[in-house]
């Protein structure tokens, strides 16, 4: 049986612009340090190799701390390690990739051309084939199998098997041309939120390492991958292991008649312990429901209010609890504000009718003020 730690879109260096420049410089870190927990994690299983998928770097741009990290935990876990460029980080002229910068248990598929590596003490050959561009239209093992079925096969690439359509630039592989190349097993990169695929499949994406934005939900990490393989036949078991520090998470509150900031509060405060979001989760808040009319609700203060996850972030989409029809024949000063705005709160465009909502609120609010003392 052999052991690996498969991982990719690692996507070191991204700039977080999604951030403040705070939390962005943060996240960071916390992305450099997820790549070293994972590491720790592969000397301690003591895996026989790593396998990198791809997009180790966001971009070109990579600066010398991180390139001197790599190089420096790559060293020291010793076993082989296979990279193959991904789309993010093609080996072009000049690229680290291309130069003999790594420790000799590196070995880079820096070619679009399909090559293989042996590892005969463990009976084992990685195939594989790396970006030197952008974008890669070719499938390089296409029409091809591998040379000895009696191996553990594994092939390394970074590619998208889940884009279906005629302008998939990035290596468009089937699971034809996997189960028809023969491997035991392909490890993949490109695809951040990984499917989770059926155990007959032979691919595999490990998903990023640290997620970046709230499109990349929930925790991530590499997979843990052990292979046998007996008269021909092979057994894979995959198993995906946490390394990521931070999790996005979305979530929707209900409000049913709030007439506070402080119920606000409450609410999401609520959800939150419910879910389990600690100082691990970026939350992204929609208040739905209904509240009071005299309520406007400060989402910047109720964020800042919330403690016990990293960040939050909210939006306000109620309803104040109106009659309409009353309004509609109020001769007061409401009902006239309600008249002036009822064309724009029955409008065609969701963005006018919002806008005269928050205005129809904030004017009921300060009608509503009423005199303490
Ligand atoms: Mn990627």
Request: hydrophobic fraction near 35%; include cysteine; aromatic fraction near 8%.
């Amino acid at each position: 049986m052999i052991k690996i730690l498969h991982t990719g879109d690692i996507h070191l260096d991204s700039p977080f612009s999604g951030l403040d420049p705070r939390s962005a410089e943060i996240r960071k870190n916390e992305l450099r340090a997820a790549f070293t927990s994972m590491m720790t994690y592969a000397k301690m299983n003591n895996v026989d190799m790593l396998l990198m998928a791809g997009d180790i770097f966001d971009s070109e741009y990579v600066s010398n701390e991180t390139l001197i990290l790599l190089r420096r935990e790559l060293a020291n876990f010793g076993k082989p390690v296979f990279i193959t460029p991904g789309n993010h980080d093609p080996a072009i002229p000049g690229s680290v990739w291309k130069k003999d910068y790594f420790s000799d248990n590196v070995h880079v598929f820096n070619k679009p051309e399909l090559s293989s590596f042996d590892l005969d003490d463990i009976g084992t050959t990685v195939y594989g084939f790396g970006f030197s561009s952008k974008n890669m239209t070719d499938v390089p093992v296409r029409g091809r199998s591998v040379s000895d079925p009696g191996r553990i096969n594994i092939l390394l690439c970074h590619c998208d098997m889940i884009t279906n359509t005629l302008d998939n630039t990035c290596c468009p592989m089937t699971a034809d041309d996997i189960n028809s190349f023969g491997v035991d097993y392909a490890a993949l990169g490109h695809i951040h939120n990984p499917p989770s695929g059926s155990a007959e499949e032979k691919w595999c994406y490990c998903g990023c390492l640290e997620p970046r934005g709230f499109d990349e939900p929930g925790p991530k990490g590499a997979c843990l991958v052990e292979i046998s393989k007996k008269d021909g036949k092979s057994d894979v078991l995959v198993k995906r292991v946490r390394f990521s520090k931070r999790r996005y998470e979305k979530g929707e509150v209900v409000l049913q008649e709030a007439e506070t900031q402080s119920d606000v509060i409450d609410a999401v405060s609520t959800y939150l312990t419910e879910h389990k979001f600690g100082e691990d989760a970026i939350v992204s808040i929609k208040l739905k429901g209904t509240v009071s009319p005299a309520l406007v609700i400060n989402t910047a203060y109720v964020s800042r209010s919330i403690s016990g996850v990293f960040s939050i972030r909210i939006t306000d989409e109620t309803n104040p609890i109106l009659d309409f029809d009353a309004l509609d024949s109020d001769i007061g000063i409401k009902g006239e504000v309600y008249r002036q705005l009822k064309s724009k709160l029955k409008s065609e465009d969701k963005h006018e009718r919002e806008l005269a909502l928050r205005a129809l609120r904030y004017a009921f609010n300060a009608l509503s003020g009423d005199k303490a003392f």
